[in-house]
């Protein structure tokens, strides 16, 4: 999908705990909460928190009240996306709820720019979350069990990214929007997230250079999110098998917000708030100070469920990606 008038970027903003604000962006994060109850009684209650902080943040960045805005989109990882509707339930705002997993920041931002292009709003809000701590009680056990986590796992973001699109202004604009299909690899290791979903990040970025005509190389930096090692790796020889090289323009969210090695989150990070933060706190402040002009941001997500994986369903992957350029002729 090509905007006929490509919304823009109004503000960002970006909202993460202290393990985030100790790797190596820890300074192009807005704000960086030393509590990790963001002072509320419960994870559940710490992430809706998080979230509204972000989200009145850019609000207050962009200059605008919350009943300025047309629609707000949002969604995270829990049942019923509860972090964001709790974290939204008083503004006053026509919301839309989604759920898209780790993908959710690109789907919030690619249905937000189609409801601006497309004449349905002057502006609107697209944010995500995700909870460490919420994350491992909702698919993997309560922090109190101490389970041992497997080398291929990733660690959950404390984290929120959130953004206001607008029809007219100034900043980077969103271009074109390749919305992902459903891919299904047959993996069942819900530790290995970043195999299960990069086949998806495989087909959506092949499916948007064969649409767009567009290289890779058009591109001043190729994001996914949240592969992390093992799925950057993944989507890398899969590129290479059909003699794209990749190198020196890919790299993944969950491999840029933490040190690896110094943090020990063994195979990088993950979560909804991983890729919305990192986009919000790092590579807008790429674009908006020069140091690249054109951005593919394809986030991705694992579709699964813990009753699902019990139950021996492999784990479908979903990617959507969005392109974000400085300099657009409209």
């Keep these: 999908m090509q905007f006929t008038a490509p919304p823009v970027i109004l503000a960002s903003a970006s909202v993460v705990g202290k393990k985030e604000g100790e790797g190596p962006l820890r300074d192009r994060f807005d704000s960086v909460s030393q509590d990790t109850y963001f002072g509320t009684k419960s994870w559940e209650q710490a992430e809706s928190a998080m979230l509204r902080q972000c989200f009145?943040?850019?609000?207050?960045?962009?200059?605008?009240?919350?009943?300025?805005?047309?629609?707000?989109?949002?969604?995270?990882?829990?049942?019923?996306?509860?972090?964001?509707?709790?974290?939204?339930?008083?503004?006053?705002?026509?919301?839309?709820?989604?759920?898209?997993?780790?993908?959710?920041?690109?789907?919030?931002?690619?249905?937000?720019a189609m409801l601006i292009d497309g004449g349905y709003a002057e502006h609107a809000a697209a944010l995500t979350s995700s909870h460490f701590c919420s994350a491992e009680r909702q698919y993997r056990f309560p922090l109190e069990y101490g389970g041992v986590r497997t080398p291929t796992a990733q660690w959950t973001v404390t984290g929120s990214g959130a953004l206001i699109l607008g029809a007219a202004g100034n900043g980077p604009r969103v271009t074109m929007v390749t919305t992902g299909k459903i891919a299904d690899a047959g993996i069942t290791d819900a530790n290995n997230m970043g195999a299960a979903m990069a086949p998806a990040a495989y087909e959506t970025l092949k499916a948007h250079f064969a649409d767009t005509g567009r290289t890779p190389d058009y591109y001043d930096l190729i994001v996914t999110g949240d592969l992390g090692k093992i799925g950057h790796v993944v989507v890398t020889r899969l590129f290479q098998d059909d003699g794209i090289d990749l190198e020196g323009l890919y790299t993944d969210c969950g491999l840029l917000i933490y040190d690896l090695e110094g943090q020990d989150v063994h195979a990088g990070g993950s979560g909804c708030g991983c890729s919305a933060s990192v986009l919000a706190g790092h590579l807008l402040k790429l674009l908006e100070g020069g140091q690249i002009r054109r951005l593919l941001f394809a986030a991705t997500g694992a579709l699964m469920s813990p009753t699902a994986s019990m139950q021996g369903e492999s784990i479908p992957g979903i990617c959507h990606a969005v392109a974000i350029e400085t300099q657009v002729n409209t």
């Design 56 to 112: 009145d943040l850019v609000c207050q960045k962009a200059g605008l009240q919350p009943e300025q805005l047309d629609y707000v989109l949002s969604g995270d990882l829990l049942n019923q996306c509860v972090g964001s509707a709790y974290a939204m339930r008083d503004i006053g705002v026509p919301y839309l709820g989604l759920y898209g997993a780790c993908s959710t920041m690109a789907e919030s931002l690619s249905l937000a």
